[in-house]
């Protein structure tokens, strides 16, 4: 497989030194991407680096993780309005572990292979290096000249800017730069990826390992994702979509990539899955056919889905779709963990009910009109109980007196209750 030809059809090269090409095709080379640890899991954004570290793996390449704990504690200017949070060290080390675990999953670690991945901490190098061996060794090598025509300064000391850029960011680029001699050095690293807004940082770090080195190194950026409609990718109401199932249930992370528009699950399929060329062009095709049953959506959400958390997180966020959409049994609610039954009915109107009055045990009638306003009226219930128009998890109600107790709740604690074919409403037992 060459990487190169396989990034271009995939639309994940924006930018790419001239030589690289050659270098990748000359031999089994080293290529690194820089991760930020501030926190102890991945979100969506990395994903489109860590899929250029697997794509080049399996390329015959071999990928180094850097995290960044040095620079992690500066934070970088690209793009940024403000000054990160400075972390300490048991801190960064315990997000460090985290990000291995989840990066396992996308790159093999432990084989014997020549290519096998390797994870690299720029903290280790750089936490007993004086700050007057840097300036002297380093910093005597880029002028501030070619610093500052960098994009990433350019835009912080614009006259718009009000905020300003500190020495210490200021500084970022001449670490960046140094943590890519270093695995150069160290490594035998000859490539570095990652954003396009990391050119800028990745290109002081070739023209260092030039002027210092004499040596050639390269560089390649993929472009920043973007949402069809202008929006920002990965984020929504609630924040970012992590990889880690206490930040994003599996079942939302699934339904995060089940709702992209067509537009950019065509583009999404490319970047966010290893299916070959083929297939993919196939479910576009199916795509155009039948939108409308959304094979591209339902294909990217099963791939990232299994590739992030596993095929069983998969089944179930699946099946916990179907419950939202009526079509499905007792049997599968009862088998939802509260997470994913409160993210499921997230924003269905809930009413909270006296877990005395259930273990003493209440008429359904009674529990839906006066205990919680379901229905307005006792008449009104009834009668669609007649009609079968009432279920209590999931399971038809057939008479308006049944007595329910605690022995009804799901997960000890909650009772979901719907009327009609659409209106649900979820009941908490305090």
Known sequence: MNFVEELTWRGMIAYMMPGTEEQLQKEMTSAYVGIDPTADSLHIGHLVSVMMLKHLQRAGHRPIALVGGATGMIGDPSMKSAERNLLDEAT??????????????????????????????????????????????????????YMMAKESVKKRLSRESSVGMSFTEFSYQLLQGYDYMYLYEHEGCRLQMGGTDQWGNITTGTELIRRKLGGEAFALTCPLITKADGGKFGKTESGNVWLDRRYTSPYKFYQFWLNVSDDDAAKYIKIFTDLPKDEIEALIKEQ??????????????????????????YDAAVEASNILFGNSTSEALKHLDEQTLLDVFNGVPQFEVSREDLSAGVKAIDLFTEKAAIFPSKGEMRKLVQSGGVSVNKEKLADQDMV???????????????????NYYLLIAK
């Open 92 to 145: 960064l080390r315990h997000n460090q572990d985290s990000i291995k675990k989840q990066l396992s999953k996308f790159l093999d670690f432990d084989s014997d292979a020549p290519n096998a991945a390797k994870l690299v901490n720029n903290y280790d190098w750089m936490k007993d290096y004086s700050f007057l061996n840097f300036i002297r060794d380093i910093g005597k090598h880029i002028t501030v000249n």
């Open 404 to 422: 329910i107790d605690c022995s009804s709740l799901l997960d000890e604690k909650y009772l979901l209750v719907q009327r009609g074919k659409k």
């Open 288 to 313: 155009e056919e039948a939108p409308h049953l959304r094979p591209l959506q339902k294909r990217l959400a099963k791939e990232v889905t299994v590739m992030v958390h596993s095929q069983e997180d």
